[in-house]
């Protein structure tokens, strides 16, 4: 199964200040299973940690660029996936996945409260904004989930999570990581609890 292309424009500036198409045309940085028909990502852009660059023309996002699966702080990866349905991840979906996604880390640190309960759980030190842009794919969490379709976003801060694509055709999500500073998920539950903790006479 091919994935569609993504079609990306980047803009910048000619040396007199204008605005001007630097490039119009598919994204050259996209990867596709050799596994799990249909699975795959583009990615369009990414920001190293740090100023951004308006002056260069260079492409971060260029064809043989090694992107990482996930920012580190700092860092921003803009990525559009293709999620086909669950019933066609083989058996042992979890490890293929994080196998080719070098997420294993990831994978670990989503599985301490899911109770197993999907291959995709994982965690990650991001904000993530996540945009459906075609089919229907359900968010799960340690406690609950949301079925979105076309136009709906979610707001991912650093949570165990995983995508269910129970439908019978693929769900193109776009999303935009930026990286946070390393918390686990107990870590933020005790800044939690200190911070609901009153105050103690002096």
Do not use: C
């Amino acid at each position: 199964m091919t994935r569609p292309p993504v079609r990306r424009i980047v803009t910048g500036h000619d040396d007199h200040g204008r605005a001007i198409i630097l490039s119009d045309g598919a994204a050259p940085n996209h990867w596709s299973s050799e596994v799990i028909p249909g699975f795959g990502a583009t990615v369009p852009w990414l920001t190293a940690a740090g100023p951004i660059d308006h002056v260069t023309d260079a492409d971060p996002a260029a064809a043989d660029a090694e992107i990482p699966s996930f920012p580190a702080a700092g860092e921003t990866i803009l990525r559009i996936a293709d999620f086909p349905p669950d019933a066609v991840y083989p058996d042992e979906a979890g490890s293929v996945i994080f196998s080719e996604l070098d997420g294993h880390d990831e994978a670990e640190a989503g599985a301490e409260h899911s109770g197993s309960k999907h291959f995709w759980f994982h965690r990650t030190d991001s904000l993530d904004y996540a945009v459906v842009l075609e089919g229907e794919i359900t968010l799960l969490v340690d406690e609950g989930e949301a079925t979105m379709r076309a136009g709906d976003v979610a707001v991912q801060r650093a949570t165990s999570h995983a995508w269910s694509n129970r439908t019978d055709r693929t769900a193109r999500v776009l999303f935009v990581l930026i990286g946070t500073e390393p918390l686990t998920a107990s870590q933020i539950a005790e800044r939690r609890r200190e911070a609901s903790r009153p105050l103690e006479s002096a």
